[in-house]
């Protein structure tokens, strides 16, 4: 069949079957099962996939971080909910305060709430809030069939938390080091007697010092969501957030010379402010709102629809050392990024889910529209001549404040329309295949005006994407499988050589794996084999300076992960991953290995329940290896030694209702640089946070 002919297939079947239920139906977004079981990790469904498989049934990699896990390790941003998952690079811009940075296997990977995307645009960024969040599910390599355009990495998820059906809550009280205070409380109840009305609230107030000299951040989060059982076939589901940072941002920029190499002026205190912290501010303002809707047609067929609406305003002046090699070189000179704008965007997504028996199979086909619209308004500026510092005895002030007759105004705008449909068999219980395909519309508007700017480009691009799986569930609970998938991402800024919008990077990945549940034990293994290439990629020429759209990425590896009950008291998690992550963007070097990606990673968390010595007393430690990694082959061929960081989790049941808990992270303090990307990164220090909890 054409390239053509499969394209209109695919778009009429999933017209078919979107089209006429969304007529007909109003629909509600399925929840994740829960289990009760010990290792719920081995039974629960990621909401990402869209259609309630257990993960152990999933011919492709998926890792989810639990509520219990997200508790246990008490994360105050995203990225660092990741550090313990296979295949994820998290933090390698070190400790930012108003970012939230992690790579999966070698690349960016998409951030979504509740499977509705937040969209990134430079530094208009949206942070999600870990205290609002019940899971976080890391679906790995490219997702184009599920999601439409992304990177080729992945896709995380964030799952907020919802109502339950008993009624239950918390408040809490944190201190902790760098000034560190926080208030939080979680609350879920029925709102009327038959209980076909329940809600949950969630709030968090924080305060804290940043890990650089006179940077601080304060928060405002809150959360509620209302769940409604419409009749005995339809469930609706509302939920919102709003979140305000306020402070001074981080800004974690360093030279390699006093940090990764020697220096003539010896070495660059991790706590040292290359900014300006008097002029420096950084205050985003985040509010969503949004539907989860599902309703069961029949005994086959269930419609679900999820509207989300996403605004971000976001004021930000940061300035910032260059970097600088030469151990020779005392004062830097300081550029400044400003941002003064907004972002909106709505995502709508329907899709039908059948499912059926015949004969020795159990057939399951999703089919569905997806729309998506996203915005950025804003005045920016750049300036690379702010001002000057010297990095080992910095002197604030010298430096010129930014005229806001040189701002820029920016508007980029993007809108995706598409159809998909994926089909899944499970053939005499131990068969598994599926096969999905999607076609994507999507428009982009790029415009710029200013003093020295005009501009204004748009592009139209229209992109089938495929994949495929199948898997193998053997009676001995050995399950391999493989798949295929693509990916494509656009890309919102104008190529400088054609003054046109870039094309979309084009990414396709081949994976081989085996899921190992053993029947003498409580756990799991899973192993997996990866290969992802990466077209259309910029790569700078040498004597212009100019990037272009013809290079390559490609990152092949290995993770292992796994989970073992080893004893009633006693619970393992460990992971390792092996990432081999190559770009032609070296300034004419041939391939190099990408910046930022160690090749070797290595974890693992002990959790000890010591009930027998001392009641209501667990314990948990991990431990936390990243490898070698390398500088951005187009800036210098320096080399960043490998760490091990120890962390710990200690928690006491007081009496049934209260609870305290001991959080460090990198208790030995450990002073590492956690990558280099032209700049250098300070890993984050220590840090402790003494909490108490009232539940009921």
Known sequence: MTKTNLLAAAIRKSLVYAVAPTAAVVALSAHAEEDATVMETLTVTAQALKVDTPTKETPRSVSIISEDELRARAPKKLDEALRYTSGVTAQPYGADNDTDWFKVRGFDAATYLDGNRLFRDGYYTWLVEPYGLESVEVVKGPAAVLYGESAPGGVVNAVQKKPTFSPQGEVKVEVGNNNHQAVGFDIADEANEEGTVRYRLVGLMKSEDGELDGTHNERFYIAPSVEIDINDRTMLTVLATYLHDNGVPTNPFFPAAGTLIGSDFGKIDPSTNLGQPDYDKYERTQFSLGYLLEHDINDT?????????????????????????????????????????????????????????????????????????????????????????????????????????????????????????????????????????????????NTGKGPSVDQSESRDDGQLSLSAGVMYLADNGLSPYANYSQSFEVISTIDAATNELYKPLEGEQVEVGVKYEPSFMDGYVNVAWFDITQKNALVTNPSTWIATQTGEVTSTGVE???????????????????????????????????????????????DYSAYELIPGLNIGTGVRYVGESKDNPKSSDLTVPSVTLWDASVTYDITSQWQAQLNVNNILDEEYVSGCDYWCYYGQSRTVMLNANYSW
Not at 357 to 384: C, I, P, R, W
Not at 570 to 591: H, I, N, R, V, W
Request: hydrophobic share 35%; aromatic share 12%.
């Open 301 to 445: 067929w269930t419609f679900s629809q999820n509207l989300n609406y996403g605004s971000n305003e976001l004021y930000l002046r940061s300035s910032y050392a260059f970097s600088n090699n030469d151990p020779s070189v005392e004062e830097l000179a300081q550029g400044i990024v400003f941002r003064d704008g907004k972002n909106q965007s709505i995502t709508f997504d329907n899709n039908a889910v059948g499912n059926w028996m015949t004969d020795n199979a159990e057939h399951t086909v999703l089919v569905g529209m997806d729309l998506q619209y996203h915005k950025t308004d804003g005045d920016e500026q750049d300036n690379f001549a702010f001002g000057t510092i010297n990095p080992w005895n910095p002197e604030y002030g010298n430096f010129t404040p930014l005229d806001p007759a040189n701002n820029i105004k920016r508007e980029i705008s993007k809108s995706q329309a598409s159809v998909y449909s994926q089909y899944q068999l499970k053939l005499h219980e131990q068969w598994i295949g599926n096969v999905g395909a999607r076609y994507d519309w999507v428009k982009t508007e």
């Open 560 to 606: 292992i992960e796994g989970a073992a009950q080893l004893t009633d008291d006693l619970k393992l998690m460990a992971s390792y991953t092996y990432t081999k992550a190559e770009t032609d963007e070296t300034f004419g070097q041939g391939k190099q290995q990408a910046a930022l990606i160690p090749e070797h990673q290595a974890s693992a968390w002990l």
